[in-house]
Protein backbone atom coordinates (compact mmCIF):
# COMPACT_ATOMS: atom_id res chain seq x y z
CA UNK A 1 0.00 0.00 0.00
CA UNK A 2 1.60 2.87 -1.62
CA UNK A 3 -0.10 5.70 0.63
CA UNK A 4 1.18 4.27 4.11
CA UNK A 5 4.36 6.36 4.76
CA UNK A 6 3.09 9.60 2.67
CA UNK A 7 0.03 9.90 4.53
CA UNK A 8 1.73 9.34 7.82
CA UNK A 9 4.08 12.18 7.14
CA UNK A 10 0.65 14.17 6.17
CA UNK A 11 -0.74 13.24 9.52
CA UNK A 12 2.17 13.95 11.63
CA UNK A 13 3.83 17.36 9.42
CA UNK A 14 0.63 18.86 8.24
CA UNK A 15 2.59 18.49 4.80
CA UNK A 16 1.05 17.16 1.79
CA UNK A 17 2.53 16.76 -1.70
CA UNK A 18 -0.69 17.60 -3.97
CA UNK A 19 -1.12 20.95 -6.33
CA UNK A 20 -4.71 21.23 -6.42
CA UNK A 21 -5.56 21.88 -2.40
CA UNK A 22 -8.86 23.85 -2.52
CA UNK A 23 -10.90 20.80 -0.79
CA UNK A 24 -14.11 21.50 1.04
CA UNK A 25 -14.80 19.22 3.31
CA UNK A 26 -17.40 18.83 6.13
CA UNK A 27 -17.40 17.16 9.52
CA UNK A 28 -21.42 16.34 10.70
CA UNK A 29 -21.17 15.88 14.00
CA UNK A 30 -18.10 17.87 15.04
CA UNK A 31 -18.86 18.90 18.60
CA UNK A 32 -19.30 15.00 19.46
CA UNK A 33 -15.87 12.84 20.90
CA UNK A 34 -14.44 12.31 17.60
CA UNK A 35 -15.37 15.31 15.84
CA UNK A 36 -13.69 17.82 17.80
CA UNK A 37 -10.13 16.12 17.00
CA UNK A 38 -11.23 14.74 13.34
CA UNK A 39 -11.81 18.46 12.44
CA UNK A 40 -8.39 19.84 14.47
CA UNK A 41 -6.69 17.38 12.40
CA UNK A 42 -8.18 18.42 9.22
CA UNK A 43 -7.63 22.26 9.95
CA UNK A 44 -4.10 21.35 10.34
CA UNK A 45 -3.74 19.52 6.50
CA UNK A 46 -3.13 22.21 3.52
CA UNK A 47 -5.05 19.73 1.16
CA UNK A 48 -7.94 21.23 2.66
CA UNK A 49 -8.94 24.81 2.00
CA UNK A 50 -12.71 25.18 3.51
CA UNK A 51 -13.68 23.12 6.35
CA UNK A 52 -17.89 23.14 7.69
CA UNK A 53 -18.67 22.01 10.80
CA UNK A 54 -22.54 20.99 11.60
CA UNK A 55 -23.41 19.34 14.89
CA UNK A 56 -26.53 19.66 17.00
CA UNK A 57 -25.20 22.24 19.61
CA UNK A 58 -21.41 23.66 20.55
CA UNK A 59 -20.37 23.83 16.65
CA UNK A 60 -20.04 27.79 16.78
CA UNK A 61 -17.36 27.11 19.41
CA UNK A 62 -15.81 24.68 17.99
CA UNK A 63 -15.41 26.48 14.84
CA UNK A 64 -14.40 30.12 16.68
CA UNK A 65 -11.18 27.76 18.66
CA UNK A 66 -9.98 25.67 15.37
CA UNK A 67 -10.53 29.64 13.34
CA UNK A 68 -7.42 30.93 15.35
CA UNK A 69 -5.27 28.16 14.34
CA UNK A 70 -2.82 29.65 11.75
CA UNK A 71 -3.10 27.26 9.15
CA UNK A 72 -5.38 27.86 5.58
CA UNK A 73 -8.73 26.29 5.94
CA UNK A 74 -11.35 29.01 6.88
CA UNK A 75 -13.45 27.04 9.43
CA UNK A 76 -17.58 27.47 9.37
CA UNK A 77 -19.48 26.28 12.09
CA UNK A 78 -23.38 25.60 11.54
CA UNK A 79 -25.97 24.46 14.27
CA UNK A 80 -29.36 22.25 13.39
CA UNK A 81 -30.84 20.55 10.40
CA UNK A 82 -32.11 24.27 9.35
CA UNK A 83 -28.47 25.19 8.72
CA UNK A 84 -27.20 21.61 7.38
CA UNK A 85 -28.18 22.59 3.51
CA UNK A 86 -25.55 25.30 3.88
CA UNK A 87 -22.90 23.35 5.60
CA UNK A 88 -23.23 21.05 2.82
CA UNK A 89 -22.90 23.11 -0.35
CA UNK A 90 -19.95 22.65 -2.56
CA UNK A 91 -18.38 20.09 -0.73
CA UNK A 92 -15.68 17.69 -1.94
CA UNK A 93 -15.63 14.99 1.13
CA UNK A 94 -18.37 14.66 3.44
CA UNK A 95 -17.53 12.85 6.83
CA UNK A 96 -19.79 11.58 9.40
CA UNK A 97 -18.74 10.83 12.81
CA UNK A 98 -22.01 12.07 14.41
CA UNK A 99 -24.37 9.52 16.78
CA UNK A 100 -24.02 8.18 20.58
CA UNK A 101 -20.71 6.09 21.51
CA UNK A 102 -20.52 2.78 23.07
CA UNK A 103 -20.56 2.24 26.58
CA UNK A 104 -19.01 -0.42 28.30
CA UNK A 105 -20.99 -3.75 28.25
CA UNK A 106 -22.33 -2.03 24.41
CA UNK A 107 -21.81 -3.73 21.23
CA UNK A 108 -21.42 -1.81 18.01
CA UNK A 109 -24.46 -2.87 17.21
CA UNK A 110 -26.71 -1.88 20.27
CA UNK A 111 -25.96 1.46 18.84
CA UNK A 112 -28.35 1.03 15.77
CA UNK A 113 -31.57 2.45 16.85
CA UNK A 114 -30.30 5.56 18.03
CA UNK A 115 -27.64 6.15 15.10
CA UNK A 116 -29.29 4.56 12.28
CA UNK A 117 -31.89 7.48 12.05
CA UNK A 118 -28.86 10.10 12.81
CA UNK A 119 -27.00 8.43 9.64
CA UNK A 120 -30.16 8.11 7.34
CA UNK A 121 -31.31 11.85 8.60
CA UNK A 122 -27.90 13.34 8.07
CA UNK A 123 -26.96 10.95 4.72
CA UNK A 124 -30.39 12.20 3.02
CA UNK A 125 -28.88 16.07 3.13
CA UNK A 126 -25.95 14.76 1.79
CA UNK A 127 -28.12 13.29 -1.36
CA UNK A 128 -29.99 16.61 -1.60
CA UNK A 129 -27.45 19.36 -0.71
CA UNK A 130 -23.19 17.35 -2.25
CA UNK A 131 -25.06 14.40 -4.33
CA UNK A 132 -21.22 14.46 -5.88
CA UNK A 133 -19.05 14.46 -3.00
CA UNK A 134 -17.28 11.45 -1.46
CA UNK A 135 -19.11 9.83 1.82
CA UNK A 136 -17.19 8.73 4.81
CA UNK A 137 -19.23 7.12 7.43
CA UNK A 138 -17.60 6.56 10.82
CA UNK A 139 -21.12 6.44 13.06
CA UNK A 140 -21.09 2.87 13.83
CA UNK A 141 -22.29 -0.06 13.55
CA UNK A 142 -20.67 0.84 9.82
CA UNK A 143 -21.64 -2.80 8.49
CA UNK A 144 -25.19 -1.43 8.72
CA UNK A 145 -24.87 2.59 8.56
CA UNK A 146 -23.46 2.22 4.93
CA UNK A 147 -25.86 0.23 3.38
CA UNK A 148 -28.46 2.73 5.12
CA UNK A 149 -26.25 5.53 3.30
CA UNK A 150 -26.75 3.35 0.06
CA UNK A 151 -30.14 3.09 0.22
CA UNK A 152 -30.84 6.61 1.03
CA UNK A 153 -28.64 7.81 -2.14
CA UNK A 154 -30.38 5.16 -4.48
CA UNK A 155 -34.07 6.67 -3.02
CA UNK A 156 -32.96 10.25 -3.90
CA UNK A 157 -31.94 8.71 -7.58
CA UNK A 158 -27.76 10.22 -6.90
CA UNK A 159 -26.38 6.15 -5.95
CA UNK A 160 -22.45 6.23 -6.75
CA UNK A 161 -20.92 3.06 -5.01
CA UNK A 162 -17.74 4.55 -5.75
CA UNK A 163 -18.00 7.59 -3.82
CA UNK A 164 -19.55 5.64 -0.60
CA UNK A 165 -17.15 4.53 2.15
CA UNK A 166 -17.43 3.17 5.68
CA UNK A 167 -14.09 4.25 7.17
CA UNK A 168 -12.58 1.14 9.01
CA UNK A 169 -9.17 3.04 8.74
CA UNK A 170 -8.85 2.25 12.80
CA UNK A 171 -9.12 -1.68 12.19
CA UNK A 172 -5.80 -0.93 10.12
CA UNK A 173 -4.43 1.22 12.12
CA UNK A 174 -4.27 -1.12 15.36
CA UNK A 175 -3.36 -3.82 13.09
CA UNK A 176 -0.24 -2.04 12.25
CA UNK A 177 0.65 -0.79 15.46
CA UNK A 178 -0.33 -4.34 17.70
CA UNK A 179 2.07 -6.03 15.03
CA UNK A 180 4.76 -3.67 15.41
CA UNK A 181 4.56 -3.89 19.32
CA UNK A 182 5.09 -7.59 19.03
CA UNK A 183 8.01 -7.40 16.36
CA UNK A 184 10.00 -4.15 17.47
CA UNK A 185 9.29 -2.62 14.26
CA UNK A 186 8.59 0.93 13.44
CA UNK A 187 4.60 1.24 13.29
CA UNK A 188 4.38 4.01 10.55
CA UNK A 189 6.52 0.89 8.47
CA UNK A 190 3.90 -1.64 9.33
CA UNK A 191 1.19 -2.02 6.37
CA UNK A 192 -1.67 -4.96 7.97
CA UNK A 193 -4.53 -4.83 5.30
CA UNK A 194 -7.90 -5.72 7.23
CA UNK A 195 -10.88 -6.92 5.17
CA UNK A 196 -14.41 -7.89 6.07
CA UNK A 197 -16.41 -5.50 8.39
CA UNK A 198 -16.11 -3.20 11.30
CA UNK A 199 -17.53 -5.48 14.30
CA UNK A 200 -15.81 -8.19 16.13
CA UNK A 201 -15.41 -10.89 14.06
CA UNK A 202 -16.27 -9.74 10.76
CA UNK A 203 -13.03 -7.34 11.32
CA UNK A 204 -10.21 -9.83 9.40
CA UNK A 205 -6.52 -8.98 9.71
CA UNK A 206 -4.41 -10.56 6.91
CA UNK A 207 -1.23 -11.16 8.97
CA UNK A 208 -0.18 -13.02 6.21
CA UNK A 209 -0.38 -10.27 3.56
CA UNK A 210 1.72 -8.05 5.95
CA UNK A 211 4.53 -5.80 4.91
CA UNK A 212 7.04 -6.25 5.73
CA UNK A 213 6.59 -10.04 5.85
CA UNK A 214 6.26 -10.97 9.73
CA UNK A 215 4.96 -15.03 11.17
CA UNK A 216 3.67 -15.84 14.36
CA UNK A 217 3.22 -19.26 16.00
CA UNK A 218 -0.49 -20.38 15.50
CA UNK A 219 -1.65 -19.38 19.56
CA UNK A 220 0.23 -15.83 19.09
CA UNK A 221 -1.62 -15.13 15.94
CA UNK A 222 -5.22 -15.57 17.32
CA UNK A 223 -4.86 -13.54 20.14
CA UNK A 224 -3.28 -11.04 17.88
CA UNK A 225 -6.14 -11.33 16.03
CA UNK A 226 -8.58 -11.39 18.76
CA UNK A 227 -6.69 -8.15 20.26
CA UNK A 228 -7.63 -6.25 16.47
CA UNK A 229 -11.12 -7.36 16.74
CA UNK A 230 -11.61 -6.95 20.39
CA UNK A 231 -9.29 -3.34 20.12
CA UNK A 232 -12.75 -1.27 20.37
CA UNK A 233 -13.99 -2.97 23.38
CA UNK A 234 -10.41 -2.49 25.11
CA UNK A 235 -10.80 1.20 25.18
CA UNK A 236 -14.40 1.42 25.83
CA UNK A 237 -13.70 -0.89 29.13
CA UNK A 238 -10.31 1.32 30.01
CA UNK A 239 -12.66 4.66 29.83
CA UNK A 240 -15.14 3.09 32.29
CA UNK A 241 -18.25 4.43 30.69
CA UNK A 242 -16.74 7.95 29.48
CA UNK A 243 -16.76 6.86 25.90
CA UNK A 244 -15.28 4.76 23.42
CA UNK A 245 -11.96 5.36 20.48
CA UNK A 246 -12.18 9.16 19.86
CA UNK A 247 -8.86 9.77 19.23
CA UNK A 248 -6.96 7.29 17.47
CA UNK A 249 -11.04 7.08 15.42
CA UNK A 250 -10.07 10.76 14.83
CA UNK A 251 -6.61 9.98 13.46
CA UNK A 252 -7.53 7.15 11.29
CA UNK A 253 -10.80 8.74 9.79
CA UNK A 254 -8.31 11.79 8.85
CA UNK A 255 -5.99 9.24 7.45
CA UNK A 256 -8.55 8.18 5.31
CA UNK A 257 -9.54 11.63 4.07
CA UNK A 258 -6.19 12.87 3.43
CA UNK A 259 -5.64 9.63 1.51
CA UNK A 260 -8.31 10.06 -0.86
CA UNK A 261 -7.75 14.14 -1.13
CA UNK A 262 -4.64 13.24 -2.74
CA UNK A 263 -6.20 10.41 -5.10
CA UNK A 264 -8.83 13.28 -5.72
CA UNK A 265 -6.00 15.64 -6.67
CA UNK A 266 -4.22 13.12 -9.08
CA UNK A 267 -1.72 11.02 -6.84
CA UNK A 268 -1.09 7.81 -8.09
CA UNK A 269 -1.01 4.74 -6.42
CA UNK A 270 -3.08 5.52 -3.16
CA UNK A 271 -4.59 2.50 -1.24
CA UNK A 272 -7.00 2.27 1.64
CA UNK A 273 -9.32 -0.78 3.19
CA UNK A 274 -12.70 0.55 3.56
CA UNK A 275 -16.33 -0.85 3.66
CA UNK A 276 -17.83 -0.62 0.15
CA UNK A 277 -20.52 -2.23 -2.24
CA UNK A 278 -18.47 -5.10 -3.59
CA UNK A 279 -18.75 -8.23 -5.51
CA UNK A 280 -15.85 -9.51 -4.37
CA UNK A 281 -17.39 -12.07 -1.59
CA UNK A 282 -20.82 -13.33 -1.48
CA UNK A 283 -21.91 -10.66 1.42
CA UNK A 284 -22.91 -7.23 -1.03
CA UNK A 285 -20.58 -5.04 1.15
CA UNK A 286 -17.44 -5.82 1.99
CA UNK A 287 -13.79 -3.90 2.85
CA UNK A 288 -10.62 -4.93 0.50
CA UNK A 289 -7.92 -2.91 -0.29
CA UNK A 290 -9.16 -0.08 -2.94
CA UNK A 291 -7.00 1.81 -5.23
CA UNK A 292 -8.38 5.29 -4.81
CA UNK A 293 -8.73 7.67 -7.85
CA UNK A 294 -10.59 11.45 -8.64
CA UNK A 295 -13.94 9.47 -8.58
CA UNK A 296 -13.39 7.36 -5.19
CA UNK A 297 -13.20 3.97 -5.48
CA UNK A 298 -10.91 3.22 -9.25
CA UNK A 299 -10.31 -0.45 -8.52
CA UNK A 300 -11.33 -3.10 -6.07
CA UNK A 301 -8.12 -4.94 -5.64
CA UNK A 302 -9.76 -8.08 -3.70
CA UNK A 303 -8.89 -10.64 -1.01
CA UNK A 304 -5.25 -11.23 -2.58
CA UNK A 305 -3.77 -14.86 -1.02
CA UNK A 306 -5.34 -16.26 2.26
CA UNK A 307 -3.82 -18.66 4.71
CA UNK A 308 -6.21 -21.23 5.53
CA UNK A 309 -6.76 -19.40 8.69
CA UNK A 310 -7.77 -16.33 7.34
CA UNK A 311 -10.23 -18.59 4.91
CA UNK A 312 -12.24 -19.48 7.85
CA UNK A 313 -12.71 -16.04 9.16
CA UNK A 314 -13.44 -14.54 5.67
CA UNK A 315 -16.63 -17.43 6.28
CA UNK A 316 -17.17 -17.21 9.68
CA UNK A 317 -17.94 -14.03 9.41
CA UNK A 318 -20.91 -14.11 5.89
CA UNK A 319 -23.43 -14.81 8.58
CA UNK A 320 -23.45 -12.01 10.43
CA UNK A 321 -22.05 -9.19 7.61
CA UNK A 322 -25.08 -10.57 5.96
CA UNK A 323 -27.69 -10.03 8.78
CA UNK A 324 -26.16 -6.45 9.68
CA UNK A 325 -26.69 -5.36 5.99
CA UNK A 326 -30.04 -6.25 5.44
CA UNK A 327 -30.87 -4.84 8.88
CA UNK A 328 -29.67 -1.46 7.49
CA UNK A 329 -31.35 -2.31 4.08
CA UNK A 330 -34.73 -2.49 5.70
CA UNK A 331 -34.17 0.29 8.16
CA UNK A 332 -33.65 2.84 5.27
CA UNK A 333 -36.19 1.03 3.32
CA UNK A 334 -38.79 2.38 6.09
CA UNK A 335 -37.31 5.14 7.21
CA UNK A 336 -39.05 8.49 5.53
Known amino acids: ?22 AKVAVLGASGGIGQPLSLLLKNSPLVSKLSLYDIAHTPGVAADLSHIETRASVKGFMGPEQLPECLKGCDVVVIPAGVPRKPGMTRDDLFNTNASIVASLTSACAKHCPEAMICIISNPVNSTIPITSEVFKKHGVYNPNKIFGVTTLDIVRANTFVAELKGLDPARVTVPVIGGHAGKTIIPLISQCTPKVEFPQDQLEKLTARIQEAGTEVVQAKAGAGSATLSMAY ?85
Open 1 to 22: MLSRLSTATALRRGIATSAQNN
Open 252 to 336: AGARFVFSLLDAMNGKQGVVECAFVRSDVTESPYFSTPLQLGKKGVEKNLGLGKLSPFEEKMVAAAMSELKASIKKGEEFAKNFK
